[in-house]
T-cell receptor, first 112, second 110 residues
Framework: DAMVIQNPRYQVTQFGKPVTLSCSQTLNHNVMYWYQQKSSQAPKLLFHYYDKDFNNEADTPDNFQSRRPNTSFCFLDIRSPGLGDAAMYLC???????????FGPGTRLTVL | DAKTTQPPSMDCAEGRAANLPCNHSTISGNEYVYWYRQIHSQGPQYIIHGLKNNETNEMASLIITEDRKSSTLILPHATLRDTAVYYCIGGANTGNQFYFGTGTSLTVIP
């Protein structure tokens, strides 16, 4: 019954080694978001897709990229993870930009 | 972007109403107020949203002041499972509901 699925739930990578996090949805929503949440902080939006249109937040580092090959899937690529990128990464979906968001359980990334 | 201010933490006795305030004094006239909560180590969960009128659903009630500069989320009978961080987001017209504030950590005490 899970509507927004994130894999893996826990990911360990090495400093500088590229890593990809995955998100899928069964809701057929138009919008998919990626957030970064560091310990004891609020989620911070990295970017979002409205259908195939990509919208990057101005302060999102170039090290973070995203792909949305189809409606159901969205990927977060971190090209060269640094120690400061260790965080929970949350995927969310919404019917459109003005509707409530449905969040996945998150992927906790550890960088060694 | 509409900015929100919330108390960092609150306690509530189990079975009592939990009233969580939020100030959003810069909200525009056509921007919604959204509330989410996040239970430890889980993704945020949508609770309720409103524009001008008070709203109620199976989870909570939302009271918005007439000038729309503040709102209160009410959990009518708090349970231990309501212990979470509650985020108020003011501004969902152009999509500003992306911007989470610092939130209120609610602890429900047995």
């Amino acid at each position: 019954d899970a509507m927004v699925i994130q894999n893996p739930r826990y990911q360990v990578t090495q400093f500088g080694k590229p890593v990809t996090l995955s998100c899928s949805q069964t809701l057929n929503h138009n919008v998919m978001y990626w957030y970064q949440q560091k310990s004891s902080q609020a989620p911070k939006l990295l970017f979002h897709y409205y259908d195939k249109d990509f919208n990057n937040e101005a302060d999102t580092p170039d090290n973070f990229q995203s792909r949305r090959p189809n409606t159901s899937f969205c990927f977060l690529d971190i090209r060269s993870p640094g120690l400061g990128d260790a965080a929970m990464y949350l995927c969310a979906t919404a019917i459109n930009l003005y509707n409530e968001q449905f969040f996945g359980p998150g992927t906790r990334l550890t960088v060694l | 972007d509409a900015k929100t201010t919330q108390p960092p933490s609150m306690d509530c006795a189990e079975g009592r109403a939990a009233n969580l305030p939020c100030n959003h004094s810069t909200i525009s006239g056509n921007e919604y107020v959204y509330w989410y909560r996040q239970i430890h180590s889980q993704g945020p969960q949508y609770i309720i949203h409103g524009l001008k009128n008070n709203e109620t659903n199976e989870m909570a009630s939302l009271i918005i002041t007439e000038d729309r500069k503040s709102s209160t989320l009410i959990l009518p009978h708090a349970t231990l499972r309501d212990t979470a961080v509650y985020y108020c987001i003011g501004g969902a017209n152009t999509g500003n509901q992306f911007y989470f504030g610092t939130g209120t950590s609610l602890t429900v005490i047995p």
